[in-house]
């Protein structure tokens, strides 16, 4: 979240706004999260729980004022761009995270550092043991298949599974401002030399009726995180193909996306690809945040 917030987190009962407060608070409004999301993000930071409240009710009331006027002059993209705050850290809870780039429009960010190593590495390690062909679902049986168009092995964790995972969730929830409730597990993936994930869209299309059946448990996908958990010889960059963009997968970092536009629709901006690894392996932890709390239907 906002430097400010990190200052108070542990004394209870924080009240005071700060131009930070107010610019993240816009921020995730325009991304589209809900009232109650931010209000539990603030209390987590410390914030006393009506004067979150009241913050969060001011600031979806002028978004609302801010859209009004701003919608005949500009177009979406530009409005995005010269409201976005220029926030270079991020409140993880445990730890303060640096966001190396902000994107307005679509909604990218990149974390440095939002693991250590050695928590990159125990999550490598953990997973060693339950390594699978990571599967695809079909999108008109809604059944998980395996394509060549998705080339890596996979290890599913339940949500909180474990206490690096728990730790790793939370974090995750601080610096995105979605509730730890609302991810699917964390899912490990290990590409190999030429391994790749072809261009394609994290979200659900309820035209599909395989993919519509994905929706009946926390909704859709409004948001995905990519940790890189090493750092491949060459290649396996996050490429963003519609916006000519390619994220270097670099051991901690992490890039986030989220694609529920203000108006309810989905940003198919955020087409993306995992490059082919050219050299060595490439490992990845990938969360998925639902719109609302998920539970596995399994
Ligand atoms: O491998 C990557 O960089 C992207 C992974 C990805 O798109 C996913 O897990 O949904
Ligand atoms: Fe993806």
């Known amino acids: ?32 999260f809900a009232a109650d999301a931010l209000v539990l993000s603030m209390l987590r930071s410390g914030y006393d729980d009506a004067f979150a409240r009241r913050c969060v009710a001011a600031a979806f009331a ?8 701003a919608r005949p002059a500009q ?4 409005t995005a761009a010269s409201s976005t705050p220029a926030v270079y850290a991020a409140d993880g809870g445990d730890r303060r995270v640096p966001v190396l780039f902000r994107l307005a429009s679509p909604q990218v960010q990149l974390f440095q550092q939002l693991l250590s190593d050695d928590e990159c590495d125990a999550l490598v390690a953990l997973s060693r043991g339950r390594l699978a062909r990571s599967p695809v679902v079909n999108p008109d049986t809604g059944d998980e298949n395996l394509i060549d168009a998705r080339t890596s092995m996979g290890a599913m964790f339940q949500v909180a599974e474990h206490a690096l995972i728990a730790r790793i969730e939370a974090r995750i929830a601080a610096v995105t401002g979605v509730p730890a409730e609302h991810g699917e597990g964390l ?14 869209f994290d979200y659900f299309n309820p035209q599909r009726p ?9 909704g859709q ?3 995905t995180l990519v940790i890189y958990l090493n750092s491949p010889e060459a290649g396996g960059a996050t ?10 997968p670099v051991k ?19 087409l993306h690809a995992g490059l082919p690894v050219a050299a060595g392996e490439k490992w990845i932890a990938t969360k998925w945040l639902r719109e609302r709390p998920y539970r596995s239907a399994a």
């Open 1 to 32: 979240m906002i430097r400010e917030a990190s200052v108070a987190g542990g004394k209870a009962g924080y009240t005071e706004s700060s131009p930070e407060l107010e610019q993240w608070l816009a921020r995730h409004i325009a991304q589209g």
């Open 62 to 69: 002028q978004g609302t004022e801010a859209a009004v006027s």
């Open 75 to 78: 177009p979406q993209a530009e």
């Open 187 to 200: 899912q490990i993936l290990n590409y190999k030399p030429g391994g790749e994930y072809q261009p394609h």
């Open 210 to 218: 395989g993919e519509a059946r994905q929706l009946s448990v926390g």
């Open 221 to 223: 996908r409004i948001a």
């Open 239 to 248: 490429a963003f193909p519609r916006v000519g963009l390619e994220v270097a």
């Open 252 to 270: 901690g970092n992490a890039v986030y996306f989220s694609y529920l536009l203000p108006d309810g629709t989905l940003d198919d901006r955020t």
